[in-house]
């Protein structure tokens, strides 16, 4: 079987499909970027991941190209990061312009190099909403491109397993997987501790939640994500996004 490239950004996702390609795959490494992000303590945490899966890990510096970027609150020096529920319209300002885009492209050329026969991203449904780059769409339309870009040189796979599923049940198949939840860090804040208010702090808590998996999470603000949630219920009871 050959082997596949992770991409990694250290959260829940794209460390249960880590895990996911340890167990039934093969794993080649995983990738992480440094594209600028407020968050970059992600990547320790996606290290962590590495050594404890004894694989590969590699971090593709991007900052020079994420100065660009600085449209998303993502970015360091954009605008803070709004707190809420990942669903409600003001997410859309943690939009990194063509992210995934980028990210695979390199992704794609560092496989075909390592002579890999796959890449993976933890793209999933909750994130179709918000985010162009991880619909069904774009992934059918990137596979197509590799196929084009890559042709009678190597043939690469996009492997990506979670696009109809939502984050409980990522968090499901990866406590069915052992995955250490522990280690894995999501909050776009970059604090010192999950601030518990952001838009995927409040999904990672509400994912556990719905999964029944014990989240062993620390949160600056543990009640929040019950208020968002409420708040995003009423405002699609009235008609809004």
Same mark, same amino acid.
């Given at each position: 079987?050959?082997?596949?490239?992770?991409?990694?950004?250290?959260? /829940?996702?794209?460390?249960?499909?880590?895990?996911?390609? $340890?167990?039934?795959?093969?794993?080649?490494?995983? /990738?992480?970027?440094?594209?600028? !992000?407020?968050? %970059?303590?992600?990547?320790?945490? $996606? #290290?962590? /991941?590495? #050594?404890?899966? +004894?694989?590969?890990?590699? @971090?593709?510096?991007?900052?020079?190209?994420?100065?660009?970027?600085?449209? =998303? =609150?993502? *970015? =360091?020096?954009?605008?803070?990061?709004?707190?809420?529920?990942?669903? !409600?319209?003001?997410?859309? =300002?943690?939009?990194?312009?063509?992210?995934?885009? *980028?990210?695979?492209?390199?992704?794609?050329?560092?496989?075909? +190099?390592?002579?890999? +026969?796959?890449?993976?991203?933890? @793209?999933?449904?909750?994130?179709?909403?918000?985010?162009?780059?991880?619909?069904?769409?774009?992934?059918?339309?990137?596979?197509?491109?590799?196929?084009?870009?890559?042709?009678?040189?190597?043939?690469?796979?996009?492997?990506?397993?979670?696009?109809?599923?939502?984050?409980?049940?990522?968090?499901?198949?990866?406590?069915?997987?052992?995955?250490?939840?522990?280690? &894995?860090?999501?909050?776009?804040?970059?604090? #010192?501790?999950?601030? +518990?208010?952001?838009?995927?702090? @409040?999904? %990672?808590?509400?994912?556990?939640?719905?999964?029944?998996?014990?989240?062993?999470? !620390?949160?600056?603000? &543990?009640?929040?994500?019950?208020?968002?949630?409420? !708040?995003?219920?009423?405002? %699609?009871?009235?008609?809004?996004?």
């Amino acid at each position: 079987m050959s082997s596949t490239v992770v991409l990694c950004s250290g959260g /829940i996702d794209s460390v249960t499909l880590a895990y996911k390609v $340890a167990a039934e795959r093969k794993l080649d490494r995983l /990738i992480s970027f440094d594209y600028g !992000q407020r968050h %970059r303590r992600e990547i320790e945490h $996606a #290290a962590r /991941i590495a #050594a404890e899966l +004894g694989t590969r890990h590699d @971090v593709v510096d991007i900052t020079s190209l994420g100065r660009f970027l600085t449209s =998303s =609150s993502l *970015i =360091s020096g954009g605008d803070a990061v709004p707190d809420g529920h990942y669903a !409600q319209d003001n997410m859309k =300002s943690t939009v990194v312009p063509n992210r995934n885009a *980028i990210m695979l492209s390199i992704a794609f050329g560092i496989a075909a +190099g390592a002579k890999a +026969g796959a890449v993976g991203i933890a @793209v999933h449904s909750g994130d179709h909403f918000i985010y162009p780059d991880c619909r069904p769409a774009f992934v059918e339309a990137f596979r197509a491109m590799q196929a084009c870009a890559l042709e009678d040189m190597w043939e690469v796979e996009l492997y990506a397993p979670f696009t109809g599923t939502d984050k409980a049940g990522i968090v499901a198949e990866g406590a069915r997987l052992g995955v250490p939840y522990h280690l &894995t860090w999501s909050c776009y804040k970059g604090g #010192a501790a999950h601030c +518990g208010r952001c838009g995927t702090c @409040v999904e %990672r808590r509400e994912a556990f939640h719905l999964a029944d998996v014990p989240d062993p999470t !620390q949160y600056e603000d &543990t009640d929040y994500w019950l208020q968002a949630i409420a !708040q995003m219920k009423a405002k %699609r009871e009235k008609g809004g996004p």
